[in-house]
Structure formats: C-alpha cells, structure tokens
C-alpha cells in the first residue's frame, strides 16, 4: 500500500507538509514522490488522525502525471489506423506493407496477426501499424479509454470516391483528435481519378495541401505496392511535426490491443507500449485481470526482452482474459497487482449491487403504492357497505377490483389470443436461442406459443414445477430427464418431449398449435 505525498495532502487537507517529512527524516521530495502505508500513517499522526490503511487507495497509484515538457526524451514510433470505406483496400495495404517489412531485409520468418505490426525503413525509422482494419474497432478502442493511435491513413479508392463509412472514418479521426493522411488507392486502376477524390474531399472539409489546407495526400496502389515508399514518408513527416515523444525509464503503461486464450499458452494479449519499458517478469494489471509477463513475443514470434514505447508484443502469463482496449498499467510486485485488481472488482460488483437494489427499491415502493390504493380502497368500500345498511346509501356500493383483477379481466378482454405455453431445455444456448427464435416466429393473430422459461442442461425438477403451475409443455433438446423428474412429471401431469433435430420439434408444435385454433363453423 503506498500514497502520494500531494494525494496524502490531499486527503490531510494541508497544502504541504515538508516540515514533517524532514521530522521523520524524508527529505525534500516531489509531489509524486510514494509514501509507504508507514510513513503516510506517522504524517497522519503528526496531524492528530487517526489512521487506517485502506488499500483502495492503491487504485489511484498509476495514474502518474505526464511531464509537461517532454522534449528531453526519446522520439517513438508514430503508431498509424487504416480507416477507410469497405472494399476500398484496407486490408490489401496492410498486407502489402507489412510484407515490405521483410523485403526491406528484416530478418525473422513469416508475419503473425497480432493486432499490429511494425515496418522498418531503409532509413532505419519505424512505424507502427494497428493491423484490424474497420471503424469499429478504432471506436471500440477509443470507448475504453485506450488511445493508441497518433496518425490515421484514410484509403479512398480513386475509382469509386467518397463513400459514406469514408466520411465516417473522417468524423471518427476528427472527434479523436489525430492527424490523417489520405491514401488515394487503386491507382493502378483504368478508371482511377484522383483528381475527382481530391475535390470531394475538399467539398468534405478535408483540406488538403494541394489547396492549402495541412492534410497530405499520396496517391498509391496497395495491390502493386507503387507509391507506399511515398505514403511511408508522408506517415514520417507527419510524425516529425507531431513530435512524438515517450520516457523509456520508467515502470511501463499501455493498452490492450487484442486477447485471446490460446491452447497451450492460456491467456495472451497483444499489448501497445505506450511509455516506459515493459520487460520480462514484470507485473502488469489490465481492468480486472493481472499478469507476470511470462513471454513476450513479436508478430513475427521472436521473443522480446524488453518492449519499447510505440512496440507492439503478444504477452503471456495473464491470470484471466483482459479486454481489448484497456489500459495496462505497471504494478511494483504481485501483492500490489492483487489488490488492485480485487479493488477493481469489487468496485464493480458494488456498482452493480446499488443499480440492483435501485430497482429492487423501485419495485418495492410500487408495490407498496399499489397495497396503499387497494387498502383504501377497501376501507372505503366497506364503509360504503356499512352505510348503505344504514340506509345512508341507496345504491350497494361498487368494489374497485384489486390492481392484480384489472390486469387478469384487461387480458382477457384485448385479446382472444390462445397461447401454448412451453418450457425448453437444450443442450448449448446457441440451440436454446435458436429454438425460441423459430418458435416466436410460428404464431399468428389466434394463436402463439408463450415461453415461460428457457435453460441450458437436463429437465430438472424445478422445470418440472415451473411447467406445473404455468400448464406448460416441456421440450428438452438433446438432454434428458432422469428418474426422479421423471416421477415428478407424472405426479404433476406434465408432458415432456424430447428432440435431437429442430425441425421435428417445430413440427410438433405447429400441430399442437393447429389444435389450439378454434373450430371453423
Ligand atoms: P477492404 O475492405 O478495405 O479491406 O478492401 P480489400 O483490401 O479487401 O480490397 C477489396 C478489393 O479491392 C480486393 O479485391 C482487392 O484485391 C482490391 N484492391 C485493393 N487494393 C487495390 C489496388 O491498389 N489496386 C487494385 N487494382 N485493386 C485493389
């Protein structure tokens, strides 16, 4: 456990308390600096409080503050999206490219997907490419909080323009904040024109330099690989006049770019370095999950040591599943990594159980708005009653239904529909939801099957019971009922059938729905 000198003042309510650490014997430090649960307890007491040591406050610990002037460290990689409308050549590009990685004499066999990749130019520059093409990841991504992207590359194909997700990706880059370059594609075709895609982009507010506007555009074909060196550079440029810059020194940060369980090697995920250094062996937390970086890899499956900012790497050795889009965070040692993580988790599930018990409460006090009217209610008709045999009343009063009564009377006057109630048991959910899916679709005006419950596994007695008391069918799908269902069944007089192919059971139903349909006179 550990805090902040400026959180702990903070928490205090002082401005600073220098004088104090020089008692204990800290000298002068920076605002960041972390206290131990100890030290911070001995400041505590200095002020007359009484202090407890609440590991929640470790949560707050990686959110370090980014230096103001970043000059000083090292330039990174420009970590570059493809965005563009579908068809366009999204994907062609990004095979090409990363193929031009190998050309350009790289050593290492044959490129893995892992959710992005780096070139590297002959000028001995990199560049990062996220390599899942479409919005939705980018937007996914964005959602969580991850950003990862410095450039994007918008392929316009020149022989079919503007399209409408070619102006979503534009809004999508706008609303993010990151510079683009428009890739004019397919120029290899006999029927590109560019010229034509230059203006409606600049009928589309995209200012390219052409016009005097910033935006860069290349024209280029990702299917023969002409003009890529052109967009390679247009993406350094670009780069040069973002400055983009990282520390190297320190614990490392990132985001979550894809997971996935893996036979063999369990949970890996493709984490983007964004600052500091990831390294074997150390522990990183994403969202609710954690991990000592057991292996890193490259896309191109060569084990890393140490990843830099702006480095895409497969890491193995996480304890479950993290989600694509979050962000990693360094841990100092497991015990930190644990707590947080439980932090996390029971901050969530404590979320989750005030929204729960919000509608709970909601339902509650419905409930109980309803008693009050039906009470009064009574009340009043029974003094209504007492009145008119006293003969203060001509007319015996009218009861006002129970809310329970209107429903049930509602019901029955607006519709004639007859129901066939059923039950369903199915091997997987896939088939489960299959199954309601074509069932709702076999109804008409007069009559429509009603499912009262749905579930994955063998019929069991509380289906059984279910079924009973709603005088429903229980269909079970590939599962099966063992004796004491069985039992119960007959007991109870519920029907139970048992399919292995869909159509029978539709079949079946639409039968007993004909019967359901009243008799044509
Ligand atoms: P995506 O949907 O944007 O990923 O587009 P694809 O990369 O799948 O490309 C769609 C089609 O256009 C494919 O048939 C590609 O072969 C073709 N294509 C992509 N780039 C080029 C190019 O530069 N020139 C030509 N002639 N065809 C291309």
């Known amino acids: 456990d550990a805090i902040s000198v400026s959180n702990l003042a903070k928490i205090i309510g002082v401005a600073s308390f220098e004088q104090k650490l020089q008692n204990l014997g800290i000298e002068y430090v920076s605002h960041d600096h972390l206290l131990n649960a100890e030290e911070a307890s001995l400041i505590a007491m200095e002020y007359n409080l009484n202090p407890v040591v609440n590991s929640e406050a470790a949560i707050d610990l990686f959110s370090k503050p980014k230096p103001v002037d970043m000059s000083k ?27 031009s990685s190998v050309a350009a004499g790289e050593a290492g066999g044959i490129t893995q997907h892992i959710g992005a990749f780096s070139v590297t130019l002959p000028s001995e520059r990199t560049i990062t490419f996220l390599d899942t093409p479409g919005h939705a990841a980018f937007s996914a991504m964005r959602a969580r909080g991850a950003h990862v992207t410095d450039i994007v590359v918008l392929v316009v194909a020149a022989d079919d323009g503007i399209m409408p997700q070619t ?33 409606s982009l600049l009928a589309n507010g995209v200012e390219l330099e052409e016009y005097g506007g910033e935006t860069q555009s290349v024209e280029i074909s990702g ?19 973002s400055d983009l810059r990282a520390e190297v020194d320190i614990e490392a940060e990132g985001a979550v770019i894809e997971s996935q369980m893996e036979k063999g090697k369990g949970y890996v995920a493709t984490i983007l370095v964004k600052r500091g250094t990831l390294k074997q062996g150390d522990i990183i937390v994403a969202g609710t999950t954690w991990c000592k970086v057991r292996m890193m890899t490259n896309e191109k499956s060569q084990i890393i040591k140490n990843a830099l900012p702006s480095t895409p790497v497969k890491v193995i050795g996480w304890k479950e599943l993290p989600v694509a889009g979050d962000e990693v965070f360094q841990a100092t040692d497991e015990e930190l990594a ?38 009064a209610n009574s009340r009043n008709f029974k003094k209504e009653v007492w009145m008119f045999h006293q003969g203060l009343l001509k007319e015996y009063p009218m009861a006002v239904p129970h809310k329970q009564d209107i429903k049930e009377e509602k019901s029955l006057l607006d519709t004639n529909i007859r129901e066939l109630n059923v039950v369903i048991k199915a091997d997987v959910s896939g088939t489960s939801e299959a199954i309601i899916d074509a069932l709702h679709g076999l109804g008409n005006k007069e009559v429509r099957v009603n499912i009262i419950d749905s579930g994955v596994g063998d019929i069991t007695e509380s289906d059984i019971h279910m079924a009973n008391i709603s005088k429903a069918l229980v269909l079970g799908f590939n ?30 139903i639409k039968e007993q729905l004909s019967e359901l349909l009243p008799p044509v006179v």
Do not use: C, W
């Open 73 to 99: 460290y090292p330039l990174r990689s420009p970590v570059v999206a493809i965005l563009g409308h579908v068809d366009h050549g999204k994907t062609t590009l990004l095979d090409t490219l990363r193929k």
């Open 167 to 199: 102006l979503e990706a534009i809004k999508h880059a706008k609303d993010a904040g990151v510079p683009m370059i428009v890739a004019i594609n397919k120029i290899d075709r006999h029927n590109a024109n560019s010229q034509k895609v230059r203006e």
């Open 223 to 241: 299917l023969t690989g002409q003009g890529l060196d052109q967009l390679e550079e247009a993406i350094i440029t670009l780069a040069e006049l």
């Open 338 to 375: 644990k707590i947080v993580v439980a932090n996390r988790k029971l901050k969530s599930s404590r979320e989750q159980q005030l929204k729960d018990l919000e509608v709970i409460n909601e339902k509650r006090r419905q409930r109980k708005h309803e008693l009050e009217t039906e009470r």
């Open 479 to 508: 599962v099966k009922a063992d004796k004491k269902v069985q039992l119960q069944a007959r007991i109870d007089n519920v029907d139970m059938k048992f399919y292995e192919v869909i159509y029978h059971l539709l079949d079946e």
